[in-house]
């Protein structure tokens, strides 16, 4: 069974740092460009990240440049990211999801395009 999870959410005050981790036990991560996204309450979900299968290019929400880093370790089949710098409105569910299909190509970098998500996992940014 094709399964992502995601893990490291927690409650940090602004300023502070956290480390999500994304990994998978159906499928290798390095064959799939792995983005993610974030829902904070009474909004609608949005893409946060993503670190292309091709060439590892990334990508970021103009919100997070500078603050966030997506990586991937394959020896660990994981994908990281790394959040510095937290606001308040950072927090939010964070979800890891994959494009399996790689319907980024066609769709460009929105929810449909990733056929795979964890469950996620809750980041609460709080003084």
């Known amino acids: 069974q094709v399964q992502l999870v995601e893990s490291g959410g927690g409650s940090v005050q602004p300023g502070g740092s956290l480390r999500l981790s994304c990994t998978s036990s159906g499928f290798f991560l390095d064959r799939y460009t792995i983005a993610w996204f974030r829902q904070a309450p009474g909004k609608e979900r949005e893409g946060v990240s993503y670190?292309?299968?091709?060439?590892?290019?990334?990508y970021y929400e103009d919100s997070v440049k500078g603050r966030f880093t997506i990586s991937r370790v394959d020896s660990e089949n994981t994908v990281y990211l790394q959040m510095n710098s937290l606001k308040p409105e950072d927090t939010a569910v964070y979800y890891c999801?994959?494009?399996?299909?790689?319907?980024?190509?066609?769709?460009?970098?929105?929810?449909?395009?990733?056929?795979?998500w964890g469950q996620g996992t809750q980041v609460t940014v709080s003084s």
């Open positions: 999801a994959a494009d399996l299909w790689s319907r980024m190509e066609i769709a460009g970098f929105r929810e449909v395009s990733f056929s795979t």
């Open positions: 670190i292309s299968r091709k060439d590892e290019g990334t």
